[in-house]
């Protein structure tokens, strides 16, 4: 339903949607044409915050814990760019949203409310600001993220501004994090095993690592220059043992990946660095040095 689709992140403006929201609450003008269009006259107008790029519901990542939290950014339309006073939003739940989400979307479902609170409905965007967040609390540690949570969210009404009606709704997809995504700056070599002969070699690139599962990443080989690669392959995923840091590698399309026996494949928290070697025949036994070390999100 194109009424639930919001874009997840800020951009350097809103969208002209809002602009053209605003128009259509002025008086009619006869010349439509560029410039023409006095904004100074139209209404403040609070919404849920778009960014110019193509529409996805907001989605949100929690990393499973009983601490987990989001902000959901309300957003304010005015042509001084900023009001000298606040304005005031109030947020509700939209299960009928959700439910026509739901419909076009089989296999998701509404997020049950013992999972979540809302402390505060009413979201206060203050005097000289353009943006503020509804935050929702989350039992991240007690949800199953196989379901496809969602959350129907609609602003009801607000105080010094006015609300648009094609862009007050918003879906709220609920998704897990590993602790261990991220972009990382990657470093690795390849030898032939029997002579020691350099295959490849490679640093300076960036891996992202997308969440899998709780303590599950995966990433793709990287190439350089023809030479350079990381030794895994597509389908790729690393798995770390939480107690012991311990990290194992297999496959969704090739199997379990044969790892060195005589490396310690490892995750390092302290440096958020994963060390991990692999054996593999492209012909001839070859063996990768791989590291691989947290640089930002994804």
């Known amino acids: 339903m194109k009424k639930y689709k919001l874009f997840s992140k800020r951009g350097g403006a809103l969208i002209a949607g809002f602009a053209l929201m605003a128009s259509a609450l002025t008086s009619c003008l006869k010349d439509n044409g560029p410039g ?5 006259k139209s209404p403040a107008l609070v919404a849920w915050q778009y960014h110019a790029g193509s529409p996805v519901p907001l989605t949100t990542k929690m990393l499973g814990k009983s601490t987990d939290t989001t902000g959901v950014e309300v957003a304010l339309s005015v042509a001084s760019i900023t009001l000298g006073s606040n304005v005031t939003a109030t947020v509700a739940l939209d299960n009928a949203g959700a439910n026509a989400y739901i419909a076009d979307h089989p296999g998701s479902h509404i997020l049950p409310s013992n999972l979540y609170t809302i402390p505060n409905p009413v979201v206060t965007i203050k005097a000289g ?26 602003i009801t009404s607000a105080n010094g501004a ?36 350099l ?62 026996a005589g490396y310690n494949n490892h995750y390092d928290p302290a440096t958020k660095t994963f060390y991990v070697s692999f054996s593999w025949s492209t012909p001839g036994t070859r063996q990768s040095i791989d590291t691989l070390t947290y640089s930002g999100p994804l």
């Open 199 to 260: 295959t490849g070699n490679f640093s300076g690139a960036s891996a992202p690592l997308g969440t899998v599962s709780k303590y599950a990443v995966s990433f793709s080989p990287l190439w350089g220059d023809g030479k350079g690669f990381i030794a895994g392959i597509d389908g790729t995923f690393l798995t770390v043992d939480p107690a012991t840091n311990k990290v194992t590698a297999a496959s969704s399309t090739n199997g379990t990946l044969k790892e060195d």
């Open 129 to 154: 600001q353009q943006f503020a967040k509804l935050k929702i609390n989350f039992k991240g540690d007690q949800i199953d993220f196989d379901q496809n949570y969602i959350l129907g969210l609609k």
């Open 36 to 40: 023409s269009v006095d904004f100074s």
């Open 162 to 197: 006015q609300v648009p009606s094609n862009l007050n709704a918003a879906i709220l997809v609920i998704t897990l994090q590993s602790i261990y995504e991220g972009t990382y700056d990657y470093k690795g070599y390849a030898l032939r095993l029997g002579d020691n002969q």
